[in-house]
């Protein structure tokens, strides 16, 4: 059983990770980089992996969680659901690098999902509640696998996700939600995820294993099946 949502938060020790990965019936190890360490799992019979550590992108902070689970979409899939303030950021550095160096195309050592954002439309549709257009942006090619991806269960888990993330009182002292930085891809046949990771509530990983699981359900059942890349 995983952590109450009302848990007080609390600084996550790796001993307190490895026994809540042990109660999930997860395969857990420590890494070499201090602090970090590596669940391994199974949905579907896929087994799917997440890694802590120092983060592989500059646009996480402190630590990071990153995910991935081969689902075996077609290759060319390409939808990523990202929070609207990490997007925005990324899109005025994208936007940086383009003018900077009065180039006519994007630099090259861009992370494949910054040049993603500069490629794409952002996507929206009816139906889906209000405060996730709000926190939360959605952009890729094709429309309907984008549809048929963010499924109602999806969009209500990312949306308890913000409540414990609570942002800066406004003047009537009432904390608005804020949502992590956060990105969750479908590329070359995968689902992977990263997120930064506070390590003070261990909610957070429950929370971040439990989109993954999501986001790979839906891509099985909803997104057209095909030989993944390696």
């Known amino acids: 059983m995983g952590p109450r949502p009302d848990d007080p938060p609390r600084p996550v020790s790796l ?24 669940m391994l799992g199974q949905y579907e ?27 075996g979409v077609e290759p060319d899939v390409a939808l990523m659901l990202v929070s609207r303030p990490l997007k925005e950021a990324l899109e ?10 009065l180039q006519t195309s994007l630099p090259g050592d861009l992370p494949e999902e910054v040049r993603w954002l500069a490629m794409f439309e952002e996507m929206a549709w009816p139906g889906v509640p209000l405060p996730f257009w709000q ?4 952009v890729g ?10 499924q109602p269960s999806m969009v209500s888990h990312l949306l308890e996700m913000l409540l414990p993330a609570q ?8 904390r608005a939600p804020k949502a992590p930085p956060l990105m969750l891809m479908v590329a070359r046949g995968k689902v992977s995820l990263r997120i930064e990771y506070p390590g003070d509530h261990l909610q957070t990983l429950a929370d971040a294993v439990m989109l993954l699981h999501e986001a790979a359900r839906c891509a099985l059942q909803h997104l057209p099946q095909g030989t993944a890349k390696n």
């Open 92 to 101: 005025r550095e994208a936007y940086g690098a383009f003018t900077d160096t």
């Open 135 to 138: 926190h939360f942006a959605v």
């Open 141 to 150: 090619e094709g429309g309907l696998h984008a549809k048929r991806w963010v």
């Open 15 to 38: 001993e307190d990770t490895e026994q809540w990965a042990a109660a999930q019936g997860l395969a857990f190890s420590r890494t070499a980089e201090p602090g970090g360490f590596l």
């Open 45 to 71: 019979g896929r087994t799917w992996r997440l890694e802590c550590g120092a983060p592989q992108r500059h646009y996480l902070r402190g630590t990071e969680l990153r995910a991935r689970i081969d689902v």
């Open 167 to 174: 942002g800066e009182p406004d003047e009537a002292g009432t």
